[in-house]
């Protein structure tokens, strides 16, 4: 079968051919549909040798749906033929967190030589991808594929993050999602779904506050010296009751707390490389308070999955051939990208 695999830190992988997997115990054989290609990918494939504890070579592949193929003998909870999105973060399965179906926060993460689906171990860049058991897979029923994959990280991401800020989010409050890219265009969608919240949104590309628009923002606008002032006039000059930034770099961090209102929280979700200095006195207002989702449970999943279902939830994709893996990572480290990138085997 097809398989895009790292084999060497900071080369950009190129579809191989592998051995097909067989499943045992436990194990489910999918037959992948299609699978999400997002920033995080770039941040595996460019790591410095020995910054993740991953051994190579594994193949990429973190958001995956598609259809089960074949059963270990001691599978179960789930049919031959059925169609799930993959719940990707993958933990030791037995610590307390993981039988919650919360392997996102697994209590030996810091053990483990992988994170999940494509971070460490084979994930769903290829035809077949080998779960290690069913309670790592979601129904979809007759979800599109392409609309399915992104769920389980772009939307499951930024589910978790909008349910830390929802209890804050109730009638005449503010939200602002700043970076409407994979993910912010569909937490723009989950804070109009879920929440009574007015959602504003900012990024530095005219093409991603149309997306955003699309999505159902209240209002956009670029990231300018003066976005703050701007947010806080539509938030009634009192400021955000949330922020949830997507992008993470100094300067977002800085619009954060300049927009946000005493008792007001952030979540940070990008990577960018910004930080925030926690001090008494300092520029954080009042009350402040900072939340790191990673990534989310598998009821989480469920929840987005039947968002999506309902019509609430749609995923702006990108859909490229697996053999096109390359222009695809090509196009997403240059900012050209538009909404999620898909990649469906050939």
């Given at each position: 079968?097809r398989?895009?695999?790292?084999t060497?830190?900071?080369?950009?992988?190129?579809?191989?051919?592998?051995?097909?997997p067989?499943?045992?115990?436990t194990e489910?054989?999918?037959?992948?549909?299609?699978?999400?290609?997002?920033?995080s990918?770039?941040?595996v494939?460019d790591?410095a040798?020995?910054?993740?504890p991953?051994?190579?070579?594994?193949t990429?592949?973190?958001?995956v749906?598609?259809?089960?193929?074949?059963l270990?003998?001691?599978?179960?909870?789930?049919?031959?033929?059925?169609?799930?999105?993959v719940?990707?973060p993958?933990g030791?399965?037995?610590?307390a967190?993981?039988?919650a179906?919360?392997?996102?926060?697994?209590?030996?993460r810091?053990?483990l030589?992988?994170h999940?689906a494509?971070?460490?171990r084979?994930?769903?860049m290829?035809?077949?991808?080998?779960?290690?058991?069913?309670?790592?897979?979601?129904?979809?029923?007759?979800?599109?594929?392409?609309?399915?994959a992104?769920?389980s990280?772009?939307?499951?991401t930024?589910?978790?993050?909008?349910?830390?800020?929802?209890?804050?989010?109730g009638?005449?409050?503010?939200?602002?999602v700043?970076g409407?890219g994979?993910?912010?265009h569909?937490?723009?969608?989950?804070?109009?779904?879920?929440t009574?919240?007015?959602?504003l949104?900012?990024?530095?590309?005219e093409?991603?506050?149309?997306?955003?628009?699309?999505?159902?923002a209240d209002?956009?606008?670029?990231l300018?010296?003066?976005?703050?002032?701007?947010?806080?006039?539509?938030?009634g000059?009192v400021?955000a009751?949330?922020?949830?930034?997507f992008?993470g770099?100094?300067?977002t961090?800085?619009?954060?707390?300049?927009?946000?209102?005493?008792?007001?929280?952030?979540?940070?979700?990008?990577s960018g490389?910004g930080s925030l200095?926690?001090a008494k006195?300092?520029?954080?207002?009042?009350?402040?308070?900072?939340s790191?989702?990673?990534?989310?449970?598998?009821?989480?999943?469920?929840?987005?999955?039947?968002?999506?279902?309902s019509?609430?939830?749609?995923?702006?994709?990108?859909?490229?051939?697996?053999?096109?893996a390359?222009?695809a990572?090509?196009?997403?480290r240059?900012g050209?990208?538009?909404?999620r990138?898909?990649?469906?085997?050939d």
């Amino acid at each position: 079968m097809r398989a895009l695999r790292l084999t060497a830190w900071g080369e950009t992988p190129a579809p191989t051919e592998v051995e097909r997997p067989v499943p045992h115990g436990t194990e489910v054989l999918v037959r992948v549909e299609a699978a999400g290609l997002c920033r995080s990918d770039l941040h595996v494939i460019d790591a410095a040798p020995g910054t993740l504890p991953y051994r190579l070579p594994f193949t990429l592949g973190h958001e995956v749906a598609g259809r089960v193929a074949a059963l270990g003998p001691g599978a179960d909870g789930v049919g031959l033929g059925e169609r799930v999105v993959v719940h990707g973060p993958w933990g030791c399965g037995s610590c307390a967190r993981c039988a919650a179906g919360h392997d996102n926060y697994c209590d030996r993460r810091d053990t483990l030589a992988w994170h999940g689906a494509g971070l460490g171990r084979d994930g769903g860049m290829a035809d077949y991808l080998l779960v290690a058991s069913a309670r790592h897979l979601v129904p979809i029923g007759d979800l599109p594929a392409d609309q399915a994959a992104p769920l389980s990280d772009a939307g499951l991401t930024s589910y978790h993050a909008v349910a830390g800020l929802r209890p804050a989010l109730g009638e005449d409050t503010t939200a602002v999602v700043i970076g409407v890219g994979g993910l912010g265009h569909l937490a723009v969608q989950i804070l109009r779904a879920t929440t009574a919240s007015r959602v504003l949104a900012v990024d530095v590309r005219e093409d991603a506050l149309a997306l955003a628009d699309r999505s159902g923002a209240d209002f956009g606008t670029l990231l300018r010296p003066d976005t703050a002032r701007a947010l806080r006039a539509r938030s009634g000059d009192v400021g955000a009751d949330a922020v949830l930034d997507f992008v993470g770099t100094a300067r977002t961090l800085e619009l954060a707390a300049g927009v946000l209102r005493p008792g007001g929280a952030l979540a940070l979700v990008g990577s960018g490389g910004g930080s925030l200095t926690v001090a008494k006195p300092g520029v954080l207002p009042p009350g402040f308070r900072l939340s790191l989702p990673f990534w989310g449970a598998r009821q989480e999943l469920a929840e987005v999955v039947a968002l999506a279902r309902s019509g609430a939830l749609h995923v702006e994709a990108e859909r490229f051939p697996l053999s096109a893996a390359p222009e695809a990572i090509d196009r997403l480290r240059r900012g050209a990208a538009r909404g999620r990138t898909v990649l469906v085997p050939d």
